[in-house]
């Protein structure tokens, strides 16, 4: 063994642990405590998120056109979605088994709750100097709780785990994935490799380089028509299995109770596996979506909240479920043995289920789903370098360093990174859950502030001085209050002409 592969194996112990003892059980408390303190909003307030999800933007901020709602979403799904939801939860189910998918269920619901909170906090406490909103839990960690020093370690760690780690990660993922359909050995994977190091690394420039309008046009467009496709493809091998689908069901509950024999090592293992797999997808309560959801120009913080607890169900409930239903509907074997296989097995669960076609889309997937995380997890990287410094040489820096991290990704063993990354998501986490228990009952007048508004019909509007005694708010001065009570007036009335329209038609 390596001195690098020793380090590595050492690191992967060193989080196993920390995240069993530690991070696992912080979350869960976490999401419970939101989840009492908030009355459920997370699941009660489903309605609401779907329709806070289709907002209008009205006017330019200082000259440029903002980011709507969903467009933040859309940002951050590029993020939550990438090759955790194909290759990870493969894994899970592989080494845990069908009950890892309940408490993969059970961390969503819960984990709804974190993000309700953290997200509502990014708006809150964002700011627009210099540039379009921007903020992140290094904007609240240092207005809200007034500790400078942890906000920039938070604003570090989240800058190299997921501008640099995590998208050589992808880009690993892509030519692993890529070289294993097409069956490339020798000399001939050793050019491919090399010839998309230089592909992605020039797709990621051209992108990072065109800023976050650039970057949510991407993320608008491919995000959700790569999602739907993929579940489209995943309904058609349920609808052809629909035999199968009750057993299914039994199957996961029996095995999340620990009813029925499982692999792994046992309930706890499959417990833990379950709520890792689904906190590392989702990313609730990590303090990363936060960075995105700040970037929308809405009227009440709390609107992003619940777009982004949304996100939280479309990533989990919908995407990485979707995953574990190709595995276990398909004939193929999903045991122990083959939880260092990820794409491989659902890859072959699709084209055992569906034909050889249905494996050259998924591999076309996974490459789009890699590829809009490496623009998602940029811009996180580049929220927090904006915080740190303010001259333009350090973001051009960090969008150089970007490239090359893709580059070496796409070539080299990444064993080490992934040691690394576990190890600097865990600090990460931990410390945006100190913040957001802290600053917790912030986010809940904000909730109550809204609902009160909701209750007497109106579409709620939030002024820092509606709750004065909230401190260091740097936007929400009512700069924008006119636009955007001009826009959903315009809003309403365009869609009753729209019914009147219908209605002399005879169309309803």
Sequence with gaps: MTVLQELSTRLMHLSDTAWFYVGIPVLLLTGIYFTWIGKAA??????????????????????????????????????????????????AVAVGGPGSVFWMWIVALLGGASSFVESTLGQLYKSDEHYRYHGGPAYYIRKGLGQNWLAILFAIVISVTYGL??????????????????????????????????????????IIFGGVHSISKVSVTVVPTMALLYLAIGFLLVGINIHKVPGMFVNIITCAFGLKAMVGGGLGAVIVIGVRRGLFTNEAGMGSVPNAGATAAISHPVKQGLVQTLGVYVDTLVVCTMTAFIIMLSDTSYGPQNADKGAELTLGALQLGLGSWARYFLTFAIFLFAFTSVVGNYYY?????????????????????????????????????????????????????AAIVFLGRIAMKLLHHYNEQRRQGLEPIFHRDDLPEIKNIECWDGSDEITQRETWERFEEEKRQRRAEKAAKGLI
């Design 381 to 433: 990287g580049e929220s927090n370098i904006r915080y740190m410094f303010r001259h333009k040489f350090w973001l051009s820096l960090f969008r150089v360093l970007v490239v090359v991290a893709v580059m070496i990704g796409s070539i080299a063993n990444v064993q080490m990174m992934w040691s690394l990354s576990e190890v600097a998501t865990l600090i990460m986490a931990l410390t945006n859950l």
């Design 165 to 206: 780690i995590f998208n050589a990660l992808q880009a690993n993922s892509i030519t692993d994935s890529l070289s294993s359909t097409f069956e490339l050995t020798g000399s001939a994977l050793i050019n491919f490799k090399y010839g998309m190091a230089c592909v992605l690394g020039i797709m990621t420039a051209i």
């Design 42 to 91: 997370q699941i009660r307030m489903i309605p609401e998120m779907f329709r806070v999800l289709k907002d209008r933007v009205g006017g330019d901020h200082e000259g440029q056109k903002p980011i709507s709602s969903f467009k933040a979403f859309t940002i951050s799904a590029a993020s939550r979605v990438g090759t955790g939801n194909i290759v990870g939860v493969a894994a």
